[in-house]
């Protein structure tokens, strides 16, 4: 009887606590916090580094999302075009302006782009030649070939068109130690060439499956082997690639 009596003022006391009606608080709530949550998604992408690249050049975003653009080593932009004019900008479209990083940086530019719709985006990079060197990318492509296609459409554009004001986005920073990618090490004048150099050792990340390593591949692992003549004669530089 005393236990009887205890569980049901504890009941009791449960039953005051639940929020007015009592069903339907107990199920909104749950479904409205997952929507939240999933609405609220911030995508890093990576701008530039060791070649001209976005990593991941595809991704897929609902509205709601933040895709955060991180500008790693050169001096890119992303900037929108229309899906069928590759490398030129999108009128009223986004564009970030052009944002370097450049060695001992401790911070990193970025491009905080919300996401309105979840038709696909196309953008590229509008400084110099890297669009025509596959600096390209999709966010909510309709599927791979679409992102495959706009590529190939990009290197055979011939030239790129700037941007101009800024648009569609907010710039900002963030520190390198929480940034999406790590740095290319500092360069030196004498040994290898400057990471934005050789076009022609850069390859578009969409190109056939060559010789060339995916864009995805962590850069700062590769080692140096193939070019010994080149690499740095000591250890402690070596050990930096
Ligand atoms: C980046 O590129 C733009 C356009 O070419 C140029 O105006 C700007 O000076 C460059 N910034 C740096 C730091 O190189
Ligand atoms: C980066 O730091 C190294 C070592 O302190 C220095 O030699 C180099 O000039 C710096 N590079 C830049 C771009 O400031
Ligand atoms: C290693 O090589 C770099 C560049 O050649 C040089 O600046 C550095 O002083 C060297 N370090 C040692 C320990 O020899």
Redesign the pocket.
């Given at each position: 009887m005393k236990s009887l009596i205890g569980s049901t003022l504890l009941l009791a006391s449960m039953a005051a606590a639940l929020p007015q009606p009592a069903i339907k608080s107990t199920i909104l709530p749950t479904i409205r916090t997952r929507l939240h949550r999933r609405q609220n998604q911030i995508i890093p992408v990576v701008v530039g580094g060791p070649q001209d690249t976005f990593v991941p050049n595809s991704v897929a975003a609902a509205v709601g999302d933040i895709v955060q653009f991180q500008f790693s080593n050169g001096?890119h932009t992303v900037t929108q075009s229309a899906a069928d004019a590759a490398c030129r900008p999108l009128d009223g479209g986004i564009h970030s302006g052009?944002i370097?990083f450049?060695d001992n940086q401790t911070d990193v530019g970025t491009f905080n782009m919300p996401v309105t719709s979840t038709e696909p985006m196309f953008l590229y990079c509008a400084?110099?030649p890297h669009c025509q060197l596959g600096q390209v990318m999709v966010v909510n492509p309709a599927n791979a070939k679409q992102v495959a296609d706009y590529a190939k459409m990009s290197q055979e554009s011939g030239d790129s068109v700037?941007g101009t004001d800024v648009i569609g986005g907010t710039a900002g920073k963030i520190g390198l130690d929480v940034a999406a990618f790590t740095p290319a090490p500092p360069e030196d004048e004498d040994a290898a060439p400057p990471a934005e150099a050789p076009p022609a050792e850069a390859p578009p990340a969409e190109a056939p499956p060559a010789e060339a390593p995916p864009a995805e591949a962590p850069p700062a692992s590769e080692p140096p082997a193939s070019t010994p003549s080149e690499a740095p004669a000591n250890a402690t530089a070596a050990h930096k690639r």
């Amino acid at each position: 009887m005393k236990s009887l009596i205890g569980s049901t003022l504890l009941l009791a006391s449960m039953a005051a606590a639940l929020p007015q009606p009592a069903i339907k608080s107990t199920i909104l709530p749950t479904i409205r916090t997952r929507l939240h949550r999933r609405q609220n998604q911030i995508i890093p992408v990576v701008v530039g580094g060791p070649q001209d690249t976005f990593v991941p050049n595809s991704v897929a975003a609902a509205v709601g999302d933040i895709v955060q653009f991180q500008f790693s080593n050169g001096n890119h932009t992303v900037t929108q075009s229309a899906a069928d004019a590759a490398c030129r900008p999108l009128d009223g479209g986004i564009h970030s302006g052009h944002i370097p990083f450049s060695d001992n940086q401790t911070d990193v530019g970025t491009f905080n782009m919300p996401v309105t719709s979840t038709e696909p985006m196309f953008l590229y990079c509008a400084t110099g030649p890297h669009c025509q060197l596959g600096q390209v990318m999709v966010v909510n492509p309709a599927n791979a070939k679409q992102v495959a296609d706009y590529a190939k459409m990009s290197q055979e554009s011939g030239d790129s068109v700037d941007g101009t004001d800024v648009i569609g986005g907010t710039a900002g920073k963030i520190g390198l130690d929480v940034a999406a990618f790590t740095p290319a090490p500092p360069e030196d004048e004498d040994a290898a060439p400057p990471a934005e150099a050789p076009p022609a050792e850069a390859p578009p990340a969409e190109a056939p499956p060559a010789e060339a390593p995916p864009a995805e591949a962590p850069p700062a692992s590769e080692p140096p082997a193939s070019t010994p003549s080149e690499a740095p004669a000591n250890a402690t530089a070596a050990h930096k690639r």
